[in-house]
């Protein structure tokens, strides 16, 4: 693996919320009492679908993870020395059965964010979160916090309630166009479904890997319902899926295209032209493959040099430390990876950090 240049946009780091409790002051008063009437306070809702302490999945040298600024400066900002760095909150305030509940904890997340990470250092940039499972209340939020520059992105989860390009999601997806907003995709389940086709598996083993699949299906549905044609300025940033499951999805979806065309009269084009265009992929985890001969084909059937992000994914343990981009990859596309296409993905990172 290779050294990230200095200076580099990470496009997924991840800032833990440890209690519910700090978002009290960022509640409105009804909000606030509503949670201290039910407890809620003692808990955190942080979605541990993996196993927390498990090698494999954070740095021991990284824990605790990062629940201030400056535990976040130690690990990553200062060592690792990114330009930038934009926060994803992964919470469970995105998947309550509530919405009301939901929408009132996403406002107050974002309010955290606001305050103690985003004003605290001016390298920080963060996704807005949102209730995923009311397009109406998270077009408002996003609304609402789309004033602050420092927000660069809505946030979803590739499996929720129904498909993402389903109509019913299209207020998001109006709402981040018009503030010229990607979407970011990050991998993980609301749970309202099982995360294989087959259902519910009893392993971590299981969950994990079939988290590929569920970020297949969430690009299928976002394509094939005709979301880029309905909002064409928007992009989809898909964080966490890893990399080398696109080739062979790009080839089904364009040969089932071929022969079945006329049921989506939207779709102009070949289903990978539009991907090409309108959807972006994270670094980590890269998934590489063991010899060079395989990466190069790989990055050869992707047909874009535009298409990958830099990212860290702090502090999940998927690479070595600073080690976080794979061998082999030319000087030219590291600076397009690391710089360029962060750059024309986000335009909010050409905005000055100040809301």
């Known amino acids: ?26 509640l409105d008063e009804y909000w606030r009492e509503h949670i201290l009437r ?19 999945n954070a740095r021991p040298d990284w824990t605790p993870a990062a629940d201030t600024v400056e535990t976040l400066r130690t690990h990553l900002l200062d ?12 919470h469970g305030a995105q998947m309550m059965m509530s919405e009301d509940l939901s ?42 916090m789309a004033a602050d520059p420092r927000f660069v992105q809505v946030l979803l989860l590739s499996m929720a309630e129904l498909p993402l390009g389903r109509r019913q999601n299209w207020p998001i997806y109006r709402a981040a166009e018009r ?10 389940s609301s749970f309202r479904h099982p995360p294989s086709a087959g259902g519910w598996g009893s392993t971590y083993l299981e969950d994990y890997v079939s988290y ?55 779709l102009t084009r070949m289903p990978t032209s539009i991907i090409r265009d309108h959807v972006r992929l994270t670094t980590q985890p890269f998934d590489a493959p063991p010899h060079q001969a395989q990466l190069d084909l790989i990055m050869e059937e992707l047909g874009s040099d535009e298409m990958l992000l830099y990212a860290s994914d ?7 430390g600073a080690d976080s981009l794979p061998d082999g990859l030319s000087p030219d596309l590291i600076r397009k990876i690391a710089f360029d296409n962060p750059r024309a993905t986000y335009p909010r990172l050409a905005v000055p950090a100040i809301a």
């Open 1 to 26: 693996m290779t050294h990230a240049p200095p200076g580099a946009i990470d496009c997924d780091i991840h800032p833990v919320l440890p209690s519910v409790k700090l978002l009290l002051p960022h």
């Open 38 to 56: 039910r407890g809620l306070e003692r808990d955190s809702f942080e979605t541990n679908a993996f196993p927390s302490t498990a090698p494999i």
């Open 79 to 90: 060592p690792m020395a990114p330009a930038v760095a934009i926060c994803n909150v992964i």
């Open 103 to 144: 929408a009132a904890l996403c406002r107050a997340i974002n309010n955290w964010l606001a305050k103690e990470w985003l004003d605290r250092d001016p390298r920080l940039r963060a996704s807005i979160v949102v209730p995923i499972h009311s397009p109406d209340l998270a077009a408002e939020e996003i609304d609402r």
């Open 179 to 188: 503030h010229g907003l990607p979407i970011g995709i990050h991998a993980g």
């Open 212 to 266: 590929a699949q569920g970020m297949a299906g969430a690009l299928n549905s976002l394509v094939v319902e005709g979301v880029f044609h309905r909002f064409p300025g928007l992009k989809a940033v898909l964080i966490e899926s890893g990399v080398t499951w696109l080739p062979a999805s790009f080839w089904r979806l364009d040969k089932t295209w071929r022969g079945v065309r006329a049921e989506v009269p939207w």
């Open 314 to 320: 702090y502090p999940h343990w998927h690479y070595e």
